[in-house]
C-alpha cells in the first residue's frame, strides 16, 4: 500500500511577526518557520497505518527555510522516501500552490498512484484549509477533511474515518481508495524522534530535490496590505496586589452569575 | 544543523555492552543493592539500579530496555556516591542505556518530548523565543555586558543557563547575581541571545544526540571568543562544561556561582551589611553537593550574612534528598503522577518544615519552582520562602 504524505513550512509565532517595509509581506529578518502542525499529525497518522498495513509512506514538501530538518526528521521517523520541490513561491497563494503541486507530482516517478494522500486540513496561513481539497480536486480524488481517525481495510480498498464538526459532533465516513484525507488530528500525538536517529539520517543523505512544474496559470494571490491587528482597547486590566486582583475577578464573576 | 555523526549503537547484546568503555564496569557489581535502597525512587522502580545491572549481565537486555523505569531515574547521584564499587552509575552507565530506551519507547513523554524538541529548535526547554533569552538583563540594575557587543576579551564568561535567563524566579536569580560580580568587580560579560543550554539533562536522560548537537553549537560560539574562564549559575550546566566538554576542546576553568562566590567571599564581607533577620536551612543540590561535594561553600557564603543562623534538615550534605528535577525530572511530574509516584521536592520540603527555619536556601536553578511549589501544595507558603543563596547575598549588599 502506498501512502503520500504533503507536508510544509508555516511562519513559526514563536517570534514577535513583523511587518516588512513594503506592507504586504512578513519582515523576513527575524523569522522562522517551522512545520504545519497539521501536518506533522498527518505523518503521524501515515506512520501509523505504516506499522499496521506495511505500507510505503513518501512525503512530499515545497522548498521552504528549514524544510531539510522537517524531511530528516521524517526519515528518521520512518518515511521510506522524502522530496523536496523547488520552484513553489512560498507567498504563491492556495490556489497556485495547489495548481503547481497538481501539475509536478504526477511528474515525479513512483510517487503517483498513491492509495491514501495525507496531508493537514489547514494551516495557520491556509485557515480555510483551501490547498487539501483543490489538489484532491485536480487529481479526481474524492476529499474529506478535518479528518481524526483513519482505519483502512486494504482487502476491501476502503477506508473509514471519523471527521470532526463543530459542537463536539463526530461523523464516520466510509470512503473507497484512493483517496485524499485532510488530516485535523490523529489516534496519538506526533512521535519524538531522538537527535542521532535525525543525524544519521543527515549523514545518509536521503532528500531527492524535483523541480516545480508549472500548469495551467491561475490568478496569483495579490495582498495589498497586511498589518497586525490593532488593539482596541476594550480589556479591563485588573491592577493591585495578587489578594486585589484575586478578590475583583471573584466580584466579576459572581456578579455574572458565573459563581 | 549541526556536522552529522553517523549513529553509534552499542551492538545490543551483553558482549556488545562490555566492548563499550562505558559498558565494561558492569562486570565490577557485586549487586549489593545499596543503590537501589539509596534511590529516591528505588521504592516504585519496577527495575532499581541493581536489578537493571543483573539483567543487564545475564543478557535479558531488552526487557531491561523496553521498561521506562529509567524514566524514573532523576540522576541524583545517590547510587554513584554509594556504590562500594565506585560505578559510574549516574554519569556513564545509565545514560548509555537510556539512550536505548528513548529510541524504543513508544511514546515519550508529552511534557519531556516537548522540552526535548524546545530544546533543539530554541536552545531552551520552555521553548521561548531565542532573542528573549537576555531579555532580563533589562532590570538587573547593574551593567550586564553582551560578549559580542563587548568587542574584546574578558576574564568570565557567565553561562546563565536557561531556567535562569527565562523563568522569572530564575531572572531573580539572574539579576542578583549580576548585582553582586558587579559589587565585586569581576570583568565578565554574558552570551545573551547566543547563548544556548548545555544539554546536560538532555544527556542524562539519554538524549545524546541532542547533547551532541548543543556541544558542537556551544563550543563553535566559544570558539569566537577570547575568555579566561567559563562560570555558571546552574550545576547540571558545570558538569557538563567541566566533566564533558572538555573532550571536544573546552580547556578553560570551570566554575559555579556558589563556589565562586565563597573563593571571593572576604572581597565581599565589608559590603554586607543589611540584617536579614532570617533562619535559613541549606539544601545541598544533588550536582553541586553531592556530586561535586561542594557542602561547605554555600554554608560559609549564608554564615557570613548579617542576622542569618543556619538550622540543618535531617537529611544533608551527601545525603540530601534530590528535588525531582534531574535526568528530565524537570520535565516528568506529569508522568510520574500518573503512576502515583509521590513528589520528591514534596518529600524535602517536609524536612525543610520541619526546621521551623524561614527560608529555604538553595544554589540550583530548578529548586526554586519544585520547592516553591510544594511549599503552596503542602500549605507551607506562609511560613517559609525559597530563595537561591545569590538572592540572598544581593539582598545583605549594600547599595
Known sequence: MKILVLMKMVPDIVEELEVAGDGTSLDQEYLRFIVNERDDYALEQALLLKDRLQAAVTVVAPEAPEIDDVLHTALAKGADRVIRVSGIAATAGTRSTASALATTLPGIPGVLPADLVLSGCQAIDDLDGFVAPLLAGALDLPYLGLVSRITVDPGAGTAVVAKEYAGGVMGRFEVALPAFLGVQGCEKPPRYVPIAKVRAAIASGGIEVVAAVSGPATTPLEVTAMAKPEAAGHAEMLEGSVRDVADKLADILAARGLL | ?399
Not at chain 2, 580547556?251 to 559555579?256: F, S, T
Not at chain 2, 550534605?317 to 513528589?343: E, F, Q, S, V
Open chain 2, 1 to 399: 544543523m549541526a556536522t552529522a555523526t553517523v549513529l553509534e549503537t552499542p551492538d545490543l547484546t551483553l558482549d556488545g555492552l562490555l566492548a563499550t568503555p562505558e559498558g565494561r564496569p558492569l562486570l565490577s557489581c557485586i549487586q549489593c543493592g545499596t543503590c537501589a535502597g539509596t534511590c529516591p525512587y528505588g521504592d516504585v522502580m519496577r527495575y532499581t539500579p541493581r536489578r537493571l545491572i543483573g539483567m543487564l549481565r545475564e543478557g535479558f537486555i531488552e526487557e531491561a530496555i523496553a521498561s521506562d523505569d529509567l524514566l524514573t531515574c532523576v540522576t541524583c547521584y545517590d547510587c554513584w556516591a554509594k556504590c562500594p564499587r565506585g560505578l559510574h552509575l549516574t554519569d556513564v552507565l545509565l545514560p548509555l542505556v537510556k539512550e536505548q530506551v528513548l529510541l524504543r519507547l513508544p511514546q515519550v513523554p508529552a511534557e519531556l518530548q516537548s522540552a526535548l524538541s524546545n530544546t533543539m529548535r530554541y536552545g531552551n526547554p520552555m521553548g521561548e523565543s531565542p532573542r528573549k533569552r537576555a531579555a532580563w538583563v533589562d532590570g538587573a540594575g547593574v551593567p550586564v555586558p553582551i560578549l559580542r557587543d563587548l568587542g574584546r576579551p574578558v576574564d568570565v564568561l557567565w553561562i546563565v543557563e536557561c531556567y535562569s535567563a527565562y523563568y522569572p524566579r530564575g531572572q531573580d536569580n539572574a539579576r542578583a547575581t549580576a548585582r553582586v560580580l558587579a559589587a565585586l568587580g569581576v570583568d565578565f560579560a554574558i552570551l545573551g541571545t547566543e547563548e544556548k543550554c548545555a544539554g546536560e539533562c538532555a544527556r542524562l536522560v539519554g538524549e545524546k544526540g541532542l547533547f551532541d548537537t548543543l556541544r558542537e553549537q556551544n563550543m563553535a560560539t566559544f570558539g569566537k571568543y577570547e575568555f579566561a574562564s567559563l562560570l555558571t549559575s546552574d550545576p547540571h550546566a558545570f558538569d557538563a562544561f567541566a566533566y564533558v566538554y572538555p573532550s571536544l576542546g573546552l580547556d578553560r576553568p570551570v566554575d559555579h556561582t556558589t563556589p565562586f562566590l565563597a573563593a571571593r567571599l572576604d572581597a565581599l564581607r565589608p559590603r554586607l551589611t543589611r540584617e536579614l533577620g532570617y533562619r535559613v536551612t541549606y539544601h545541598d543540590s544533588c550536582v553541586l553537593g553531592r556530586h561535586n561535594h561542594m557542602h561547605d561553600e554555600p554554608r560559609r557564603i549564608l554564615e557570613a550574612l548579617p542576622g542569618v543562623s543556619l538550622v540543618e534538615m535531617t537529611h544533608n550534605r551527601d545525603n540530601t534528598i534530590c528535588c525531582g528535577g534531574g535526568g528530565g525530572g524537570m520535565w516528568l511530574d506529569t508522568h510520574y503522577k500518573a503512576k502515583g509516584h509521590p513528589r520528591l521536592s514534596d518529600r524535602r520540603v517536609e524536612e525543610a518544615a520541619a526546621t521551623g527555619a524561614d527560608v529555604l536556601a538553595v544554589s540550583c536553578p530548578y529548586e526554586v519552582p519544585r520547592f516553591e511549589d510544594s511549599l503552596k501544595v503542602l500549605g507551607y507558603d506562609d511560613r517559609m520562602v525559597v530563595r537561591d543563596v545569590m538572592e540572598l547575598v544581593a539582598e545583605a549588599l549594600d547599595d
